[in-house]
C-alpha cells in the first residue's frame, strides 16, 4: 500500500537498482578467479542479500521467492559485463546513479515492510539500513575483504538519515506516498554529496592495549 | 512422504553423505592453526550449514534440532580425521563418492522439503542447490578462503541441474520416488563426470574500470 | 521467568556484558582502517549476533527489537572506546571479567529460551553456546580473521560445560534460578581458569592427503 510498491516507475528503478547492486558485486569479483557462476552469485547476493535479511528478522517470506524478476535482472547484469565489459564501466556514473537510487528505495521498500509488521519507528530505521547496505557487507565478506562500507564514504549512514527523515515527515502528518519520496531523495542526495566531496568518517586509530592483550592473547 | 526420507538406505546415505561433508570442513580446517573444537564446528557447518539456512528460508525448525544424528557423524568424522589423517584420505575416492552421493541426496531433501511447503519450483531449485552447496561456502568463508564453488568445478551447477530434471519428470507425472532417484542421479552424474574431465566454468577476468573506478573508489 | 530476566543485578550485568562484547569488536575492528561507523557495526555485531543467530533459529523476534539498551550500551562503549582509548584498556582485568560474566549470563539466557519453545536439552546446550560464542565468530569474519574462537582459549566448551551443569541441577530437581546461577558461575570459572592457566584444545595438524588431492583439487 505505498507508492514504492503501487507505481510503475517504482518498479523501474527497483530493477535499475538491482542491476546496478548486482554489477557492482560481479565487478568486485572480477579478478579473483572466480568463475561466470561465482560471478552470478555474489552479483545476486549483492542485490538480494540486504532485503533477505530484513525478511529473516521479521520472519516473513523472503521478497525474491515471489518474483523471478530479481534473479533474471542479476542474470541480464551478468550477461551485460561478459558482453560489454569495460565498455559497461565507461557508464560509470550512470551505474552509480542507479546504484544510488536502488539505495534510496531499497531503504524505504525495507523501512515501509517494518512498519507493516507493526515494529517501533527505530527498528523500522535499521531495517532500512541493512535492506539497502547488508547485500554490500555479504558481497564483500564472499570475496574474501573487509567490508568497504566499513571503511568508506557514507552508505549506511545515508541510509539511517533517509530514515529519520520519514519519522519526522511521519511526525508532520505528511502523507504517506510523499514522506517516501522525501525519505528515499534524502538518502540519494546524500550519498551523492558524500562520493562528491569525498566525506567520510574518521578513521578509528589502532588501539594499543598492552594491559588487555597480556590478559587476553597470550 | 518421500523414498529419500523413508526408505532405510536413504538413511545410511544421508549419514555417509554428512560424514564426507564434515571430512572435507574438517580436513580444509587443518593447518590453519585451528584446534580440535574448532575443527568440530567447521565440519559441523559445512553438514548441516547449506540444511539450516533452507530451513531459516522456508521457517520451518531447522532439520539438525530433531535429530543428534548429524552432530554424532560430525563427531565421528573428527575422530576417523583425527585417529587415521592420510589414512582417511588415502581413500580419496571412496570419500569423494560418499560426498557426491550427499550432494545427491541433500539437493533432493532440499526440493522435497520447498515442495512441501508450496514454493514455485524454480524456487525449490534454488531451495536444492542451497541445501547440497551452502555448506561448502560458509565452510570457507569461516576459514577465511573465497569459496572454492565460485572457483573450481561444477558443483552447485550440478544440484541445479538436478533440480531441473526433477520437474521435468514431475511433468511428466512420472511417480515422486522415481522422480527423486532420477534427479540424485543426475547430479551425481553430472559432479562425477566434471571431477572427471576437470569440466569447469569460464573465470570472470578483471574489469578495468578506470571511470568507475574515479568515481567510487577515490 | 527466570531469575536471569527478573532481578535487577543481572539487568546490569546483562548491559556490563554487552558493553565488554561490543568494546571487544570495537578493539579487534581498531588498526584495520575502519571508521567509526564501522567500528560501532561491528561491535554491535559482536554484542549481539549470538542471540540474533539464536532467536532465527528458534523462529521468535530478535531480542534487541524491544528494546533499544542493547544499541545504545554499544554505542556508549565507541564513545568510551574514541574517548579513553589506552586508558580503557588499562582496566583490561575488569574488562575481562565484564567479558566473562556477560557470557556466563548470554548462554543461560540462551538456554532458558530454548527451553521456553520446548526444545530438547542438547538443542538448548548448543543454543547456549550460539548465544554466547557466535558474536564473537561473525566480529572475526568481519575483520576478515580466522575466528579466534577457532583457534584460542576454551570459550564456545565453558558454555556448553555451563549447559551441561544446568541440565544435571535439573535432574537434580534444583530450583530454576538457582540450576541457573549455578550454571552460569560454571561458564565463568571454567572461562577464567582456562585463561589463567593458558588451557587450549590441541591444534589440527595438517592433513597430508596426495590421493584426495588428486581427485579434488586438480
Known sequence: MTIISDVNFTIIFDL???????????????????????????????????????????DVNPFWMHDAK????TG????????????????????????????????????SKSLDVGLPFWVC??????TGSLGGVLRDVLINEVPLLFRKDIYALACIAGGIVYFVCYKFEILSPLSELIAALTVIFIRIVAVKFHLQLPILSTINDKHYKKQNDE
Open 125 to 130: 530505521i535499521i531495517m532500512g539500513a541493512i
Open 16 to 58: 535499475l537498482g538491482t542491476f546496478a547492486f548486482a554489477i557492482s558485486g560481479i565487478k568486485l569479483a572480477s579478478g579473483k578467479n572466480i568463475d561466470w557462476f561465482g560471478a552470478y552469485i555474489i552479483g545476486l547476493v549483492t542485490a538480494i542479500g540486504g532485503g533477505t535479511m530484513r525478511d529473516l528478522l521479521l
Open 76 to 111: 541480464v547484469a551478468l550477461l551485460a559485463a561478459l558482453l560489454f565489459k569495460e565498455k559497461l564501466f565507461k557508464w560509470g556514473n550512470t551505474l552509480f546513479l542507479f546504484d544510488t537510487i536502488g539505495l534510496g528505495l531499497f531503504t524505504i521498500v525495507g523501512i
Open 70 to 73: 530479481y534473479l533474471i535482472t
